[in-house]
Protein backbone atom coordinates (compact mmCIF):
# COMPACT_ATOMS: atom_id res chain seq x y z
CA UNK A 1 0.00 0.00 0.00
CA UNK A 2 2.90 2.49 0.87
CA UNK A 3 4.25 1.46 -2.41
CA UNK A 4 1.10 2.30 -4.39
CA UNK A 5 0.70 5.68 -2.36
CA UNK A 6 4.80 6.94 -3.09
CA UNK A 7 3.90 5.79 -6.69
CA UNK A 8 0.94 8.12 -7.05
CA UNK A 9 2.23 11.00 -5.58
CA UNK A 10 5.40 10.83 -7.48
CA UNK A 11 3.18 10.63 -10.88
CA UNK A 12 1.41 13.92 -9.45
CA UNK A 13 4.29 15.90 -8.85
CA UNK A 14 4.62 17.22 -12.58
CA UNK A 15 1.33 17.34 -13.09
CA UNK A 16 0.79 19.48 -10.05
CA UNK A 17 4.01 21.76 -10.82
CA UNK A 18 2.19 21.85 -14.63
CA UNK A 19 -0.65 23.30 -13.10
CA UNK A 20 1.20 26.10 -10.62
CA UNK A 21 2.32 27.79 -13.65
CA UNK A 22 0.13 30.47 -14.91
CA UNK A 23 -0.43 30.88 -18.71
CA UNK A 24 1.04 33.23 -20.69
CA UNK A 25 -0.95 36.43 -21.24
CA UNK A 26 -2.01 36.73 -24.71
CA UNK A 27 -0.11 39.68 -26.83
CA UNK A 28 -2.76 42.79 -26.96
CA UNK A 29 -4.36 43.32 -29.82
CA UNK A 30 -2.70 44.58 -32.93
CA UNK A 31 1.14 43.42 -31.72
CA UNK A 32 3.09 41.79 -34.12
CA UNK A 33 4.94 38.56 -33.79
CA UNK A 34 8.48 38.59 -33.11
CA UNK A 35 10.31 36.63 -35.46
CA UNK A 36 12.48 33.84 -33.99
CA UNK A 37 16.20 34.36 -34.86
CA UNK A 38 17.67 32.98 -37.97
CA UNK A 39 18.85 29.56 -37.20
CA UNK A 40 21.41 29.30 -40.15
CA UNK A 41 24.09 31.37 -40.19
CA UNK A 42 23.87 31.37 -44.21
CA UNK A 43 20.49 33.29 -44.34
CA UNK A 44 21.61 35.75 -41.87
CA UNK A 45 22.26 39.27 -44.05
CA UNK A 46 25.55 40.03 -44.14
CA UNK A 47 27.23 42.66 -42.23
CA UNK A 48 29.47 45.24 -43.34
CA UNK A 49 32.40 46.90 -41.14
CA UNK A 50 35.74 49.12 -42.71
CA UNK A 51 37.90 45.92 -43.70
CA UNK A 52 40.47 47.04 -46.65
CA UNK A 53 41.89 43.65 -46.36
CA UNK A 54 38.85 42.09 -47.28
CA UNK A 55 37.88 44.77 -49.85
CA UNK A 56 41.74 43.49 -51.04
CA UNK A 57 40.75 40.20 -51.46
CA UNK A 58 37.51 40.39 -53.28
CA UNK A 59 39.22 42.71 -55.67
CA UNK A 60 41.58 40.22 -56.46
CA UNK A 61 38.91 38.02 -57.02
CA UNK A 62 37.16 40.39 -59.34
CA UNK A 63 40.06 41.05 -61.25
CA UNK A 64 40.84 37.05 -61.97
CA UNK A 65 36.97 36.82 -63.24
CA UNK A 66 37.35 40.43 -65.39
CA UNK A 67 40.46 38.75 -67.00
CA UNK A 68 38.40 35.04 -67.34
CA UNK A 69 35.84 37.37 -69.46
CA UNK A 70 33.10 36.14 -66.24
CA UNK A 71 31.99 40.76 -66.24
CA UNK A 72 28.85 39.58 -63.89
CA UNK A 73 31.01 37.59 -61.56
CA UNK A 74 33.58 40.46 -61.37
CA UNK A 75 31.21 43.05 -60.80
CA UNK A 76 29.35 41.21 -58.04
CA UNK A 77 33.19 41.10 -56.41
CA UNK A 78 34.14 44.49 -57.26
CA UNK A 79 30.58 45.57 -55.61
CA UNK A 80 31.28 43.20 -52.34
CA UNK A 81 35.07 45.12 -52.04
CA UNK A 82 33.15 48.54 -52.21
CA UNK A 83 30.90 47.29 -49.23
CA UNK A 84 33.83 46.53 -47.19
CA UNK A 85 35.66 49.70 -48.49
CA UNK A 86 33.36 52.51 -49.05
CA UNK A 87 36.51 54.53 -49.80
CA UNK A 88 37.98 51.89 -52.35
CA UNK A 89 38.60 54.42 -55.27
CA UNK A 90 39.90 51.12 -57.59
CA UNK A 91 36.67 48.58 -56.16
CA UNK A 92 34.29 51.78 -58.34
CA UNK A 93 37.04 52.06 -61.15
CA UNK A 94 36.29 48.36 -61.72
CA UNK A 95 32.81 47.88 -60.91
CA UNK A 96 31.97 50.54 -63.71
CA UNK A 97 34.01 48.68 -66.17
CA UNK A 98 32.13 45.54 -65.34
CA UNK A 99 29.23 46.91 -65.63
CA UNK A 100 30.19 48.81 -68.74
CA UNK A 101 30.98 45.16 -70.18
CA UNK A 102 27.55 43.86 -68.99
CA UNK A 103 25.90 47.29 -71.14
CA UNK A 104 24.82 48.14 -67.53
CA UNK A 105 25.50 51.86 -68.52
CA UNK A 106 23.62 53.56 -65.65
CA UNK A 107 25.44 51.52 -62.91
CA UNK A 108 29.06 52.15 -64.79
CA UNK A 109 27.81 55.80 -64.76
CA UNK A 110 27.42 56.04 -61.20
CA UNK A 111 30.48 54.26 -60.25
CA UNK A 112 32.97 56.23 -62.39
CA UNK A 113 31.10 59.34 -60.93
CA UNK A 114 31.93 57.74 -57.64
CA UNK A 115 35.18 56.98 -58.60
CA UNK A 116 35.56 60.46 -59.97
CA UNK A 117 34.93 61.65 -56.56
CA UNK A 118 37.20 59.17 -54.80
CA UNK A 119 40.28 59.26 -56.69
CA UNK A 120 43.22 61.51 -56.44
CA UNK A 121 44.82 60.14 -59.48
CA UNK A 122 44.38 62.90 -61.82
CA UNK A 123 45.79 60.87 -65.14
CA UNK A 124 43.04 58.11 -64.44
CA UNK A 125 40.29 60.66 -63.68
CA UNK A 126 40.65 62.41 -67.02
CA UNK A 127 40.66 59.33 -68.43
CA UNK A 128 37.01 58.25 -66.84
CA UNK A 129 36.03 61.80 -67.11
CA UNK A 130 36.24 60.75 -71.03
CA UNK A 131 34.65 57.48 -70.72
CA UNK A 132 31.70 59.26 -68.77
CA UNK A 133 31.46 62.00 -71.60
CA UNK A 134 31.31 59.08 -74.28
CA UNK A 135 29.27 56.69 -71.80
CA UNK A 136 25.42 56.15 -73.03
CA UNK A 137 22.42 57.25 -71.09
CA UNK A 138 20.24 54.38 -71.43
CA UNK A 139 20.70 51.07 -70.70
CA UNK A 140 19.98 49.62 -74.15
CA UNK A 141 22.15 51.86 -76.06
CA UNK A 142 25.18 50.67 -77.30
CA UNK A 143 28.49 52.20 -78.36
Sequence with gaps: MTRAVFLSLFLALPLAAQEAKPPAPP?????QEQE????????????YSFNPLEASRNIIAGNFY???GNYRAAGRRYLEASKWDPTSAEAMLHLGEADEKLHDFPGARES????????SDAKEIDS???????????RTAKK
Design 27 to 31: PPPGA
Design 36 to 47: PPEEDPDLKPKE
Design 66 to 68: FKK
Design 112 to 119: YEKFVMLS
Design 128 to 138: VKKKLATLPKS
